[in-house]
């Protein structure tokens, strides 16, 4: 097996020890190495510590070497939120909103998340597969090595199968992690607008048991929200989905207080997600729980809206806070974890290194991936991020430019791309 011997650190952002962080002392402690090295035997970290100790191990002395020449690393960004797979842009909706239209009037009218439906149903799975591994390749290029990925864009069978096989096609043929959520609740689906009851009937009786029996997912969701799923709605869901052993998790008060953020914490979900619309009852009952609090703040940015989830009451409660793109074609177009790190130290008053740790260990203890993800620590997989900076305050410091200078997956350079 090959083996990488990597110096040059300025900065190496460990994130050890403890699993979740929580309040802001453990958030912003990176467990930083100044001048650290880490030893990489095949996909996995060997050894890690200061250069001189893991230079003068024996079985680095005739490892490959590679010299980072004083920048920051960190483990892989884990992004732990997004829409990866939709067949087109909906830029237009982006101009309409621009000239003043909101994201529920455009919805109303035709657009929002049931034209991208639309689209997709229309869709071979090759399109879908050549723009999704696309996509994939600008996230490696933003440091982030695993994510995860939520159908929601099909709302029939043939639709939601089409999407959880090609993300389990795209975890196997192509180096980030993909971890697959089902979220058949995204939206009450065209045919059923009149009967939206007899919709969750099916996706309690029949979809949501054949996604767990074909193992397509890890984890379902329920947009429980104004114009999706009402709060018994998605409690019957996502019971439905415990029972057949898919992990909970929820897309909760981004526009309403709908009770959605208690729900997460009754059925112990693994994330709730956007919670922009929460009250100081709801922060304190999160941060007794294990539920991550998943922050969106990229699609408050795309979308304009002036609230805010209260990341800074999380944070001190002492919940698990967490931090993810929302990649989607609607509500926040981007594959960037340093953007979103920008975002949530400048409108959400997190420190960049809170927003670290909300960006690697914590989203990998909401995807369960934190035995072998979120951290660079012994047996870990060897998931890295380097940027061109010598400070990690630096990464989003600069908002809007991708810093990011090598992506490494399992051991392997994903990017820069080798020619
Ligand atoms: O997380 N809220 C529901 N889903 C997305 C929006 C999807 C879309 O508009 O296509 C979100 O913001
Ligand atoms: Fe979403």
Redesign the pocket.
């Known amino acids: 097996m090959p083996e990488l011997l990597v110096t040059g650190c300025a900065e190496l952002l460990t994130l050890r020890g403890t699993v979740p962080r929580r309040g802001a002392a453990a958030m912003r402690d990176l467990g930083i190495l100044r001048d650290g090295a880490i030893f990489i035997h095949g996909d996995r970290i060997a050894a890690v510590g200061p250069r001189r100790g893991i230079e003068s191990l024996p079985e680095a002395r005739h490892a490959e070497k590679l010299d980072l020449g004083g920048r920051v690393v960190l483990p892989g960004f884990v992004d732990s939120?997004t829409?990866l797979v939709?067949s087109e842009s909906?830029v237009g909706e982006y101009e309409q909103r621009i000239s003043g239209k909101s994201?529920q009037e455009i919805a109303r009218n035709g657009g929002?998340?049931l034209s991208?439906v639309k689209a997709l149903r229309r869709s071979s799975p090759h399109a879908l597969a050549v723009r999704a591994s696309s996509y994939l390749e600008k996230f490696a290029q933003h440091g982030t090595t695993t994510i995860e990925a939520k159908s929601?864009?099909g709302l029939d069978w043939g639709g939601e199968a089409k999407i959880l096989h090609l993300l389990s096609e795209l975890h196997q043929s192509q180096p980030l992690d993909v971890v697959r959520t089902f979220l058949g609740a995204?939206v009450v689906p065209p045919e059923y607008r009149r009967r939206p009851g007899e919709y969750v009937d099916l996706l309690v009786r029949r979809w949501i048991p054949s996604v767990a029996t074909a193992g397509l997912a890890e984890f379902c969701d329920v947009?429980c929200?104004r114009g999706?799923f009402t709060l018994p709605q998605a409690r019957r869901i996502l019971k439905a989905a415990r029972a057949c052993g898919l992990v909970p998790r929820i897309?909760a008060a981004?526009i309403e207080r709908t009770g959605a953020a208690r729900l997460a914490i009754e059925l112990q979900a693994a994330s709730a997600?956007?919670l922009d619309r929460i009250k100081a009852a709801d922060v304190r009952a999160l941060a007794l729980s294990n539920v991550a609090c998943t922050l969106?703040p990229g699609?408050n940015f795309h979308l304009g809206l002036p609230q805010r989830a209260p990341a800074r009451h999380l944070l001190d409660a002492g919940a698990v806070v967490a931090l993810a793109t929302?990649f989607?074609?609607?509500?926040?177009p981007t594959v960037s974890m340093p953007m979103i790190l920008s975002l949530a130290c400048d409108q959400l008053r997190m420190t960049p290194a809170e927003a670290i740790s909300a960006a690697t260990i914590n989203p990998a203890y909401s995807l369960r991936v934190h035995d072998r993800c979120g951290s660079i620590e012994v047996g870990k997989y060897a998931d890295l991020a380097v940027f061109d900076v010598a400070d990690h305050r630096e990464i989003p410091y600069h908002f809007g430019v991708n810093l990011c200078s090598m992506t490494m997956k399992r051991g392997v350079v994903i990017h820069p791309k080798k020619p």
């Open positions: 939120h829409h939709f909906r994201y929002g998340i991208s929601g864009y995204h947009y929200d999706a897309h981004q997600d956007h969106l699609c929302d989607n074609p609607g509500t926040s």
